[in-house]
């Protein structure tokens, strides 16, 4: 096993709050799991799946009331998506380690001033969206929090739409703190998901510039150029190997995480054209609807940036002056 050092650390803290926020509960794949972080974990999970089994019979107790049935299906459907993405990255948590693995390859690491100063920049940009998103999650579990005590409606009892064995209206305190935990956790670990996926992405851009910069450039190299030129071509194969991890890691989860948001978004625009502008329900929806385009955003922006910087990268061969190098 080869030592490392800070240095080789520098590409994986990037992305260290996230890791730090799945290990809480021993989402994130870890050599020595607590124990109370495995039991804390599993209870998460299964508290997530049993408050998703709750609004899904909704949907066939209600099927009669449009307006009911909307309302509940953009709810389930946005638990669905969370639950898909955390499950699937349970499943393949083999695959986030080999990427941390990768990450820390010395030729990844061995960054000029410059070079180290594009993954930084990238990461100041991306700081700029991911903090929006995630206020707009604090926003909406604080508002949902409160919804059923400020809205003027008696038949919203509870922060979400669901199915109780039970009076809600004897149990509505009860009801409202579990249901708020639950949107607690489902906020707290799907935008912790969503960000960790986009930083990934984000780094497979800074590292397609780094090449390029490589390529066309000697700073700080003091090694001839046809070496130095071998060496990009075992970066480039470094990072397509990475590339295509983060694909597999993730690819499941962001395809129905799209699939659930074009549905979510075309509910949440019809329960807004159903309800009065004035309620306060409509001001809840519009904070929802922010959070779901805030979230297709970081994928759909990212993803696209990956693809344009890694287009430019046949041209900067050619920009190399690989033919004017000597091997020695």
């Not at 996230?18 to 050599?31: A, D, I, N, T």
């Not at 509940?72 to 349970?90: S, V």
């Not at 979230?295 to 990268?313: D, F, V």
């Amino acid at each position: 096993m080869t030592e490392t050092t800070p240095k080789d650390f520098f590409l994986i803290n990037t992305f260290k709050t996230e890791r730090q926020y799945l290990l809480y509960g021993s989402f994130y794949p870890s050599r020595n799991p607590k124990i109370l972080h495995i039991i804390f974990g599993m209870f998460m999970f299964l508290y997530s799946w049993t408050e998703f089994f709750s609004m899904a019979a909704v949907l066939f107790i209600e099927k009669d009331n449009l307006t009911k049935l909307s309302e509940t299906l953009l709810f389930c459907m946005t638990q669905a998506a969370f639950l898909c993405k955390l499950t699937n990255f349970l499943m393949h948590n083999k695959e986030m380690a080999e990427i941390e693995e990768l990450l820390k390859h010395p030729i990844l690491n061995d960054l000029s001033v410059t070079e180290t100063k594009i993954v930084e920049s990238y990461m100041i940009q991306f700081k700029y969206l991911s903090t929006v998103y995630r206020i707009l999650c604090i926003l909406c579990v604080v508002f949902y929090g409160m919804f059923p005590f400020i809205d003027e409606d008696p038949e919203h009892l509870s922060p979400l739409p669901g199915w109780f064995p039970f009076d809600i209206k004897q149990y509505q305190y009860e009801i409202v703190l579990a249901q708020t935990a639950g949107i607690g956790i489902g906020a707290f670990n799907n935008s912790s998901l969503d960000i960790l996926a986009t930083i990934l992405i984000t780094l497979g851009s800074a590292q397609f510039d780094i090449l390029k910069h490589k390529l066309q450039t000697d700073e700080g190299r003091s090694k001839p150029r046809i070496r130095q030129i071998k060496n990009c071509v075992i970066y480039h194969n470094i990072l397509l190997e990475y590339i295509a991890k983060v694909e597999n890691l993730f690819n499941n989860g962001i395809f129905v995480q799209f699939a659930a948001s074009v549905v979510v978004i075309c509910l949440t625009g019809f329960q807004m054209l159903v309800i009065s502008v004035k309620s306060i329900q409509f001001i809840l929806l519009m904070i929802y609807f922010s959070t779901m385009t805030c979230q297709i955003a970081l994928y759909c922006w990212y993803g696209n940036e990956l693809m344009c910087r890694s287009i430019g990268l046949p041209e900067a061969c050619y920009m190399s002056e690989w033919n004017n190098g000597s091997s020695e």
